[in-house]
Every structure is written in C-alpha cells, then in structure tokens.
C-alpha cells in the first residue's frame, strides 16, 4: 500500500460522511435537540459502526452476503424497519417542548452504531472502494492502518461538525422552528428507511 491509496480512500471517504444521508441527518437532530455531548456521542457510535464496516469488508463479508443474500435482505429489512421507527418518533414528538434531562452518553453512542449498522449496504460500498483503491493481497498490517484511519477521519470530522451545529446561534434556531424541522427530518427518515426496504 502506497500512500496514494490512503488519501484516494480518505478523499472518497470525505465525500461520503458530509453526503446527505440517515446518518447526518441524525446526528445533526440529535445535537440540535439533546446538545453538543450527546451529538459527539452520537458521531462516536456512528464511527465506530463505520470503521467497523469497512474492516468486515476486508474480511469479506461483501462475499458472504452474495453467497447468502437472505443474510443481507435481514440486515436490510431491520435496519429499514429502525429507521421507520425514528422517523415515526421524531414525528410524533415534533411539538413537544425539549425535556430537561440530557441523552445519556451510552445511549446516544449506541443510537450512532444502530444507525449506521441499519445500512449494510455500507459493508458493500466499502468493499467495492477497497477494490477499486487498494492493491490486491495487502498485508495485515496495512489493512489495521486503513482502518484505523477510517474511524479517525470519522471521529474528527464527525466531531467538527457537532460542534459547529452546536452553537449557541444555531440551537436556537432550532428551538423556534422545532415542529417543522422535526417533521421534516422525519420524513427525510421515513423515506430513506422505505427505500432501503424496497431496494433490491
């Protein structure tokens, strides 16, 4: 592996995390309505599954759902199914006043990691940069680093954009236009979790 590939990958990479999808969408909602901590949190989790993802790609597990597509349609149809219920949650709660109590820190993480673990398209899209990109038979070691240097690109990128949405300026737009911008979060939501369910 030359260092051509990695920032190839990191290029590709960028383009990805600040593409509009569930993922940032989500995380922005949650920083707008629970804070700056829980959002990074959220980020953290969102990470986490990533970096997961592209390490179950070099793995092979984008082989393992073409031998088994049923695996791949039940990851799919779960992760469908979570992303309904946020956008119904976000949507029946959109005109209610924000609580007092913060996200707790484990609960926004794992709220990241179900999220980006709802898209196991994200294990073939990993699969198919990391052919495209990296030379073939890449040692152990290089495979850590790609890795590695995926979760912290996500970590720092994730986290520099939770704190720019998290000014005070910002949140307090927010707060004044909560009902719609919930709602059209939610359905933002909906639809992609009805199209991750009807995409074959």
Not at 44 to 70: N, Q, S
Not at 81 to 87: K, M, R, S
Not at 139 to 163: P, Q, R, W, Y
Request: aromatic content about 12%.
């Amino acid at each position: 592996m030359e260092l051509a590939h990695l920032i190839a990958f990191n290029l590709t990479l960028l383009a990805a995390i600040l593409s509009p999808g569930p993922a940032m969408l989500y995380f922005i909602r949650t920083t707008l309505a629970s804070g700056r901590m829980a959002g990074l949190y959220t980020v953290w989790g969102l990470g986490v599954m990533a970096a997961t993802w592209t390490a179950l790609a070099f793995l092979g597990l984008d082989a393992i759902f073409a031998v088994f597509p049923w695996a791949f349609i039940a990851l799919k149809t779960i992760g469908a199914l979570y992303l309904i219920w946020i956008a119904y949650q976000t949507w029946a709660h959109a005109r209610a006043p924000m609580g007092d109590a913060p996200t707790p820190p484990m609960r926004a993480f794992l709220g990241g990691v179900l999220v980006n673990m709802s898209n196991p398209k994200s294990v073939l899209f990993a699969g198919a940069v990391i052919m495209v990109i990296f030379p073939q038979g890449m040692a152990f070691a290089d495979k850590t680093i790609v890795v590695l240097n995926h979760l912290v690109i996500e970590l720092i990128v994730g986290s520099a954009l939770v704190l720019a949405f998290s000014t005070k300026h910002v949140s307090a737009g927010y707060l004044r236009a909560k009902p719609i911008l919930d709602r059209i979060a939610a359905s933002v939501l909906g639809f992609l979790g009805l199209k991750l369910l009807l995409s074959r």
